[in-house]
């Protein structure tokens, strides 16, 4: 009898602290911190920065209608901005990019300057709820208060594109655990770009290199393998695995001068002015060349300089980059 009475106390303790557990979870609010108050200047260099940020950090690659029949994937200019239902493979649930046009009633066109700032760096919308975070905010966050100024003043300065999407729908328990992701930016200086090392990391950084670089395992980046490659991304039966990009001599980028990693770069530049050539699923990638391959010179070096400072890791990825998943 005793034994019967300690078995229940303890059944009854262990259901209420997961009740406890699961309250929680379901009433915990992101962290977050007020939107700034701020009208962001709309002057045209400005604005040009924004462009190159948008492009940098591939803002396109979830966010814009795109041409996927043709290498790269170029975007569909009337569609820049209007938001998509993302296809990727082992999401958990429904996730969508949203609308960041400023139409009012489908895109952001309501939103304050404050708002789409906090959004863009603290991954929360204008109602303080968190953002999936495959964008990639954990990385937005440390960009400057002027470039994510310049970057807000791009996306006021877009065509409004009336593009009515659902909600996204993340499956539980992510939709619980994605709450702990936004977290406030606080101010955030320019990085210095006489230093090429510091200014390469930046760059790297808001271009999201080693979230696509870096083995994904059990829901997180493996950072012990920081930029190794072999991450694979699906979609639409389709399978691309990243390369390792670690100056390791054999396995990486360690034999490759500027010259080389320039040149891989710039052999898409035709293709932005020229328009891309009809591919077939053999040519599938998520790496942004178009929009990378307009990068300048000194940021591109730059980036080559931080990437060759990092930690070489032996692991050999697959050349043969394309592959055909398994529908099943």
Known sequence: MKLLRYTLYVFAG???????????????????????????????????????????????????????????GPVVETGRGRGNVLPFNDLPGRIVAANITPDVETGIGSWTDGEKIRAIREGVDRDGRALFPMMPYGFYRYMSDDDVECLVAYLNSLKPVKNALPRTAVRFPVSMLMKFAPEPAGPVKAPDRRNPRVYGEYLVTVAG???????????????????????????????????????????????????????????YQPYVHEGSPKVGPEKFTVMPWLNLSQLPDEDLAAIFEYLNSQTPVDQLVKKAKFQRASLE
């Open 14 to 72: 262990l259901l209420l602290l997961a009740s406890a557990a699961f309250g929680f979870l379901y009433f915990h609010t992101p962290n977050t911190a007020p939107a700034r108050t701020i009208t962001v200047r709309m002057e045209r260099d400005r604005i040009e920065r924004g462009r190159y940020l948008f492009r940098l950090g591939d803002c396109d690659g979830c966010h814009s209608e795109r041409d996927f029949s043709r290498f790269g």
């Open 209 to 267: 290199c080693m979230d696509c670089h870096t083995p994904f395992e059990k829901g997180k980046l493996d950072l012990t393998m920081k930029f190794a490659g072999g991450r694979a991304f699906e979609a639409s039966g389709l399978k691309v695995v990243s390369a390792n990009i670690t100056p390791h001599a054999e396995t990486g980028i360690g034999k490759w001068d500027f010259a080389r990693f320039q040149q891989r770069f710039r052999a």
